[in-house]
Every structure is written in structure tokens, then in C-alpha cells.
């Protein structure tokens, strides 16, 4: 399918009218307006919900917030940073990147705050958008970059707004409450619940984590960059290029993600050896370590990168609570076995609800198919990025991309590489609707389901990787296939309607 790409390269350009809306100015969305301002479209506006940029990290600030991918490979490609502190990035220095980025590239002059699109509504050719606050707004191509993890999940425990002190969701952390020697109550053990824990555990008066399902830990060494260092990186571009792309990190991903989809081989039993060795070798008090002993197999939950945890649930103020909540009760937490752990704020740390990706906005596709009933049992996009009928409106991060213990920022740009291939369809004139076939949806999700289930990530655990089936709703096949996959779209898998054929069908619709 060459021929097309060919005859669409030659011709772009053409039009520069388009108009792109693309919601959401968190890591996908401002890339997604990096780039098309750099491909000279000006017709471009973004979207957001909030007064500011950055997504997952302006939504989380609690205690300890960390990325648990190495500072350098956390950046844009083009967008290198020689000033992060640490090896793993702080979320407030990732956040401050972002916004940084945002005004280099221009791309603060285009965002609307403030403004979630909450109906996104396809007719006669063009995307309708509305705002909660009643803008409304016209698009050629719509890039949904919403976010994965966006829409808190909180757990249905009876008596929460009976608690007397101070109760929050860890992505809705409270600033004004002061911690130092207070009573905390951390539930969730995830990679945020370790984290607070981490972060808490010297700080707090009383701290207890509950904990349903106990954790394989990471061990992850986190050293500051020094002054000296730092000014290296600023002096030597290419060094800088070196500590992005570094190749012990880049090879450890590749395996970790090679072990993810062959979960029986040598790389995954070594990975099961180092958190294992980590609990034995960390935790002196049997009756502890045990608590902490997780009875499925290390990454079928997302693994938890920590340099600190262990050391934190010994010190004496934590107590880890492996006991069922009963309630919760204006003076604490009471257990199933009647304990009642008496505290003064606390923390969910329950997660999200991950399966919403660009809802509750009201989507309605090519003749008024709702997103909400395509996707009633769970949601899917053709390589994670086009939904049948629902043409012109492209995903950053979408249903069934993958996920895991790497970078999405480099996720996203392998997905943008493919998505402006899609878009110069539509810019060439010749194609007034690019979206995936129903066919090609239907062979992709079953081989992508048959594989799913052969991952790690499907051999026995709960977690939020998991759809309403138990399947993982992930990219199951290796890094390297999803490259190229990324690298130029299969025509044959799209439905391209030519544009005369699409304004003539509006044309229709309009009379
Ligand atoms: P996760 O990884 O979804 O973890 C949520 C945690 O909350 C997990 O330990 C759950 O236990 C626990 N949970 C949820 N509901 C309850 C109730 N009702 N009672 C007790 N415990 C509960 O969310 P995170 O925010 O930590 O991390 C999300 C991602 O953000 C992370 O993977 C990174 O990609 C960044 P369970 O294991 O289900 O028994």
C-alpha cells in the first residue's frame, strides 16, 4: 500500500485549513500540539479540563511522587533535560518539564482551561465538540489524548463520610492537612500507597497501611545527580543524548518487556529471583515478611520499583493491616475482627477506574453510533488508536496500547509517528474519513486478546491492567513489534472514504 502513501506525501500540504482539536494538555496532548504546530498547521486548539497542563502529574502531588522510570528516558525525544535532580524523576520536576516544554514550543498559546469537552458528536464531516460551560467547536481531526489513569476509583467501604479527620483520594491529596506527627492511614498498596508509605513513614506519629494484596517490590537504587553532572549534561548535547537513550536501561526495558509476553522464560524466573531475594534479604521480622509475601507471580501486577519501602514498613511507626475493613467510623478504621485503628487522616490510595480513557465525554460516531455502547463490554481501538465509525478522531494512549514499567512519553511519540501518517490521508484532499475497519478491529482484538492471556499480566492476579473479563486490555506482543507497527499504518486495515464520496454523503445528510 505504498501507492498511497506515496500519492499522499506528494500532495501535503494542501490543506492547511484543517482544524485539530485535541483534548486533554497532559504528556500526549501537548506532544500531539508540539507536533502539529511544528508540521505548520495553525489552525490547532487544545482542550483541558483543568486550569493547567500535565495530566497524571498535576493531578498527583501526594507524599513521595515518583515516576519509576529513570529521569532522562522520562522527556520528550526532541526535549532533553539536563537539570533533573535525581534518577527518578519527583513528580514536581516532571511537571515543571512539562510546563516548561509547553511554552517553548508555543503550545501554552493554544490551550483553552478550564473547558472539559464533555459531548463530541460527528456530522456531516466534522467532529461538533461542547464544553461543559457551553463553548461549542468544530473539527477536521479530533486527537483524544485523555489520559489512562484519570477518574479516581474509590472503594465502596460503608461509613467514609462519617470519618471525623481528614479523608482523601491520593490523586485529590489535600495540602492544607498537616502531617508531621499525626495518625495516617494509608489503603492500597500499589505503587502510590509504597510510595506515601516511602515517603511517610519517618514523618508520622502512627502510620497503617492496608494492605488486601501484598507487593513484589523492585529494589531501585535512586541517587541525586550532582552539580558537576549536571553542568556536564548541559555542556555536552551528546552526553545528554546518551543518559535518554542509555543502553543498560533501553536493554533492560527490552528484556522486562520480552519477559512480560513469555512468562516462562529465563528473564522473567530472573526477575521472580531479585524480588524475592529483595523480601528475604530485607525484612528481618518473619511474621512480617510473610505479610508481605505476594502469592502471585512478581509483574503480573504492575511491579513496583522502590529503593525505600521495605525499610519504611519496619520502622515503628508503620503497622502493616492485612485484615478485611469492616468500616470506617468517625474515629478510624474498623476491622473485620473488631480492632479499630483510631487516626486522623486518610489516604486512598485505591487506584482508578481505567477504563475510561476519553469518558464520560458523550461520544457519537459516524451515523450516531455512541462510544458507550461500542465499548459496553470494554473499550478497544484498533492499535490502540482508531475505533471503527468514529473516523478522523485518533487516540494518545488509547485502549489496548501498551503498558508497563517503561516510558509512555515514548509511547506516545511512536504513536503520533503513525497518526500523522493518518492525518496526511486527510491533508492530502483525497480522504475525507480515516478510521480502522470493523474487520481489522476483529482480527487485531482476537489475536491481541489470545496473546493477552498468555502475558504475565494474565497468570492469576487482580490489577488494573485487567478488563471487566480478566483479560489483560493490553499490548501483549514485544516492544519491537509495536515499533513496527508504529512505524507506517496498514492501509488495507482502514476504511478511507474519498473525500468527494464523504461531502457528498454530508450533503445528503444535510438536505
Ligand atoms: P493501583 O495500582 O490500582 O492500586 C490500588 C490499590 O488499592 C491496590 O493495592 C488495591 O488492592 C487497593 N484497593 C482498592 N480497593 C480497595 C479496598 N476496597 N480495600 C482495600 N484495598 C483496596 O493504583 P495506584 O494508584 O497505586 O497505581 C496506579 C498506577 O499509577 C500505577 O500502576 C502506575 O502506573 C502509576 P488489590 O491489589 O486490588 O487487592
Same mark, same amino acid.
Given at each position: 500500500?505504498?501507492?498511497?502513501?506515496?500519492?499522499?506525501?506528494?500532495?501535503?500540504?494542501?490543506?492547511?485549513? $484543517?482544524?485539530?482539536?485535541?483534548?486533554?494538555?497532559?504528556? =500526549? #496532548?501537548?506532544?500531539?500540539?508540539?507536533?502539529?504546530?511544528?508540521?505548520?498547521?495553525?489552525?490547532?486548539? $487544545?482542550?483541558?479540563?483543568?486550569?493547567?497542563?500535565?495530566?497524571?502529574?498535576?493531578?498527583?502531588?501526594?507524599?513521595?511522587?515518583?515516576?519509576?522510570?529513570?529521569?532522562?528516558?522520562?522527556?520528550?525525544?526532541?526535549?532533553?533535560?539536563?537539570?533533573?535532580?535525581?534518577?527518578?524523576?519527583?513528580?514536581?520536576?516532571?511537571?515543571?518539564?512539562?510546563?516548561?516544554?509547553?511554552?517553548?514550543? #508555543?503550545?501554552?498559546?493554544?490551550?483553552?482551561?478550564?473547558?472539559? +469537552?464533555?459531548?463530541?458528536?460527528?456530522?456531516?464531516r466534522?467532529?461538533?465538540?461542547?464544553?461543559?460551560?457551553?463553548?461549542?467547536?468544530?473539527?477536521?481531526?479530533? &486527537?483524544?489524548?485523555?489520559?489512562?489513569?484519570?477518574?479516581?476509583?474509590?472503594?465502596?467501604?460503608?461509613?467514609?463520610?462519617?470519618?471525623?479527620?481528614?479523608?482523601?483520594?491520593? !490523586?485529590?491529596?489535600?495540602?492544607?492537612?498537616?502531617?508531621?506527627?499525626?495518625?495516617?492511614?494509608?489503603?492500597?498498596?500499589?505503587?502510590?500507597?509504597?510510595?506515601?508509605?516511602?515517603?511517610?513513614?519517618?514523618?508520622?506519629?502512627?502510620?497503617?497501611?492496608?494492605?488486601?494484596?501484598?507487593?513484589?517490590?523492585?529494589?531501585?537504587?535512586?541517587?541525586?545527580?550532582?552539580?558537576?553532572?549536571?553542568?556536564?549534561?548541559?555542556?555536552?548535547?551528546?552526553?545528554?543524548?546518551?543518559?535518554?537513550?542509555?543502553?543498560?536501561?533501553?536493554?533492560?526495558?527490552?528484556?522486562?518487556?520480552?519477559?512480560?509476553?513469555?512468562?516462562?522464560?529465563? =528473564?522473567?524466573?530472573?526477575?521472580?529471583?531479585?524480588?524475592?531475594?529483595?523480601?528475604?534479604?530485607?525484612?528481618?521480622?518473619?511474621?512480617?515478611?510473610?505479610?508481605?509475601?505476594?502469592?502471585?507471580? !512478581?509483574?503480573?501486577?504492575?511491579?513496583?520499583?522502590?529503593?525505600?519501602?521495605?525499610?519504611?514498613?519496619?520502622?515503628? =511507626?508503620?503497622?502493616?493491616?492485612?485484615?478485611?475493613?469492616?468500616?470506617?467510623?468517625?474515629?478510624?478504621?474498623?476491622?473485620?475482627?473488631?480492632?479499630?485503628?483510631?487516626?486522623?487522616?486518610?489516604?486512598?490510595?485505591?487506584?482508578?477506574?481505567?477504563?475510561?480513557?476519553?469518558?464520560?465525554?458523550?461520544?457519537?460516531?459516524r451515523?450516531?453510533?455512541?462510544?458507550?455502547?461500542?465499548?459496553?463490554?470494554?473499550?478497544? !481501538?484498533?492499535?490502540?488508536?482508531?475505533?471503527?465509525?468514529?473516523p478522523n478522531?485518533?487516540? $494518545?494512549?488509547?485502549?489496548?496500547?501498551?503498558?508497563?514499567?517503561?516510558?509512555?512519553?515514548?509511547?506516545?511519540?511512536?504513536?503520533?509517528?503513525? +497518526?500523522?501518517?493518518?492525518?496526511?490521508?486527510i491533508?492530502?484532499?483525497?480522504y475525507g474519513e480515516v478510521s480502522?475497519?470493523?474487520?481489522?478491529?476483529?482480527?487485531?482484538?482476537?489475536?491481541?486478546?489470545?496473546?493477552?492471556?498468555?502475558?504475565?499480566?494474565?497468570?492469576?492476579?487482580?490489577?488494573?491492567?485487567?478488563? =471487566?473479563?480478566?483479560?489483560?486490555?493490553?499490548?501483549?506482543?514485544?516492544?519491537?513489534?509495536?515499533?513496527?507497527?508504529?512505524?507506517?499504518?496498514?492501509?488495507?486495515?482502514?476504511q478511507l472514504v474519498a473525500l468527494?464520496e464523504a461531502?457528498?454523503d454530508?450533503? &445528503?445528510?444535510?438536505?
Open positions: 500500500m505504498t501507492g498511497i502513501r506515496d500519492g499522499v506525501m506528494s500532495v501535503l500540504g494542501k490543506r492547511q485549513d $484543517l482544524r485539530f482539536v485535541v483534548i486533554g494538555a497532559g504528556m =500526549a #496532548g501537548i506532544l500531539a500540539g508540539i507536533k502539529l504546530l511544528q508540521a505548520g498547521y495553525r489552525n490547532v486548539m $487544545l482542550y483541558e479540563k483543568a486550569d493547567r497542563i500535565g495530566g497524571t502529574w498535576r493531578e498527583n502531588t501526594y507524599p513521595g511522587l515518583t515516576c519509576d522510570v529513570p529521569s532522562h528516558s522520562y522527556t520528550y525525544s526532541f526535549e532533553p533535560n539536563p537539570d533533573w535532580t535525581r534518577y527518578l524523576p519527583p513528580g514536581a520536576e516532571i511537571q515543571a518539564y512539562f510546563e516548561r516544554t509547553t511554552r517553548k514550543y #508555543g503550545v501554552d498559546k493554544i490551550i483553552r482551561f478550564n473547558e472539559e +469537552i464533555i459531548r463530541c458528536e460527528y456530522q456531516q466534522q467532529w461538533h465538540l461542547e464544553t461543559r460551560s457551553g463553548i461549542r467547536d468544530v473539527a477536521d481531526v479530533v &486527537v483524544a489524548a485523555t489520559g489512562v489513569l484519570h477518574v479516581p476509583r474509590y472503594p465502596a467501604i460503608d461509613g467514609m463520610e462519617s470519618f471525623s479527620g481528614d479523608l482523601f483520594h491520593t !490523586a485529590r491529596w489535600d495540602h492544607s492537612v498537616p502531617l508531621d506527627g499525626r495518625r495516617i492511614g494509608v489503603i492500597g498498596t500499589g505503587s502510590t500507597g509504597v510510595q506515601i508509605v516511602s515517603a511517610l513513614s519517618e514523618r508520622m506519629q502512627k502510620l497503617v497501611h492496608f494492605q488486601r494484596t501484598p507487593q513484589w517490590i523492585m529494589p531501585v537504587e535512586n541517587p541525586f545527580f550532582s552539580e558537576e553532572q549536571k553542568q556536564a549534561f548541559r555542556n555536552d548535547p551528546e552526553l545528554l543524548k546518551y543518559m535518554q537513550n542509555e543502553p543498560e536501561y533501553l536493554a533492560n526495558v527490552e528484556r522486562f518487556n520480552n519477559a512480560i509476553v513469555e512468562p516462562d522464560s529465563p =528473564a522473567m524466573h530472573e526477575i521472580e529471583a531479585i524480588v524475592r531475594d529483595n523480601l528475604e534479604n530485607s525484612v528481618d521480622d518473619p511474621v512480617l515478611r510473610e505479610k508481605l509475601r505476594p502469592n502471585y507471580r !512478581a509483574a503480573c501486577k504492575r511491579l513496583i520499583y522502590s529503593p525505600d519501602f521495605y525499610q519504611a514498613v519496619q520502622r515503628p =511507626a508503620v503497622e502493616v493491616e492485612t485484615g478485611a475493613i469492616d468500616r470506617i467510623e468517625p474515629k478510624g478504621v474498623r476491622m473485620k475482627d473488631g480492632t479499630l485503628h483510631e487516626l486522623d487522616i486518610i489516604a486512598l490510595a485505591t487506584g482508578f477506574q481505567a477504563d475510561q480513557f476519553m469518558r464520560p465525554m458523550n461520544v457519537t460516531g451515523g450516531g453510533v455512541q462510544l458507550n455502547d461500542v465499548w459496553a463490554a470494554r473499550p478497544r !481501538a484498533y492499535m490502540a488508536i482508531s475505533i471503527p465509525e468514529f478522531l485518533f487516540m $494518545l494512549n488509547g485502549p489496548n496500547g501498551p503498558v508497563g514499567n517503561f516510558s509512555l512519553i515514548d509511547i506516545a511519540e511512536h504513536q503520533w509517528h503513525y +497518526i500523522e501518517q493518518l492525518i496526511a490521508l491533508d492530502s484532499g483525497k480502522a475497519s470493523k474487520e481489522a478491529l476483529e482480527v487485531f482484538d482476537s489475536e491481541r486478546i489470545a496473546a493477552a492471556k498468555r502475558t504475565i499480566f494474565g497468570s492469576g492476579c487482580q490489577s488494573w491492567y485487567l478488563d =471487566a473479563e480478566g483479560v489483560p486490555a493490553t499490548w501483549p506482543w514485544s516492544q519491537q513489534r509495536f515499533y513496527e507497527a508504529m512505524s507506517q499504518p496498514d492501509y488495507t486495515a482502514y468527494a461531502t457528498a454530508s450533503a &445528503v445528510s444535510d438536505t
